[in-house]
């Protein structure tokens, strides 16, 4: 019981400290999206969520497709295109969503931008390109797909989406969902002590009735 007393106050801890980081992050967004964009053109890893103008020019010839990416309810497609900065690096752009896998204009402007992680996914087993159309993206899937160099980060495209729809959503943090995890795991450690403690007194109860009885 002892040990699982433990393993409670322990995980309810791990949690506390998830809040707190994630909460450190919704900070840290808040922050750098309130800050002027800055001119970018290396392939240097900015910081997250910070405002990019790019410097250097787009390679439409290379755009594609991930499916099966929901907005509002219709199933569409996330188009994403290569962008060569002026020291040759590429970073790999979300230009926006649209309902099909084909025919938008191509990109004109230097995008605005914002710095983000790499699409998290998980996938049972890989599942192969259908030409332009992925599942999932990552820098060495698109190296493999292009034949280019790998991409050195990823960004989302804030302004100028050339009739794609923009990703406008913010980061879900969510250091509550973490905070709720922390109370239950405290709760649970909560009971367990009231419970040994109440099995320790049943116990010493026991033992005393038993002693009596030998002593009469």
């Not at 990416?69 to 230009?95: C, H, K, Q």
Request: glycine share 8%; aromatic share 12%.
């Amino acid at each position: 019981m002892g040990l699982l007393v433990l393993l409670t106050v322990c995980l309810g801890a791990w949690q506390a400290a998830r809040a707190l980081y994630k909460q450190s992050l919704a900070d840290q967004y808040a922050e750098r999206i309130a800050e002027p964009a800055l001119l970018w053109g290396t392939g240097t890893q900015p910081p997250l969520y910070r405002r990019l103008q790019l410097v250097g020019q787009w390679l439409p010839q290379y755009t594609l497709y991930l499916d099966h990416r929901d907005f509002d309810g219709a199933n569409g497609y996330e188009v994403i295109t290569p962008f060569r900065l002026v020291d040759g690096s590429l970073v790999l752009v979300n230009r926006g969503w649209k309902m099909q896998a084909a025919h938008e204009l191509p990109p004109t402007a230097a995008p605005m931008v914002e710095a983000m992680p790499w699409p998290r996914f998980f996938e049972l087993a890989q599942t192969p390109p259908q030409g332009r159309v992925f599942q999932n993206i990552t820098a060495s899937r698109f190296a493999d797909w292009s034949g280019l160099a790998q991409p050195q980060w990823f960004a989302r495209q804030r302004s100028g989406g050339d009739s794609l729809i923009l990703d406008a959503t913010e980061p879900d943090f969510n250091p509550m969902r973490h905070v709720g995890y922390m109370l239950t795991w405290w709760g649970m450690s909560i009971a367990g002590i009231f419970l040994w403690r109440k099995f320790r007194q049943q116990q010493e109860q026991q033992l005393r009735q038993e002693a009596r009885k030998h002593g009469a």
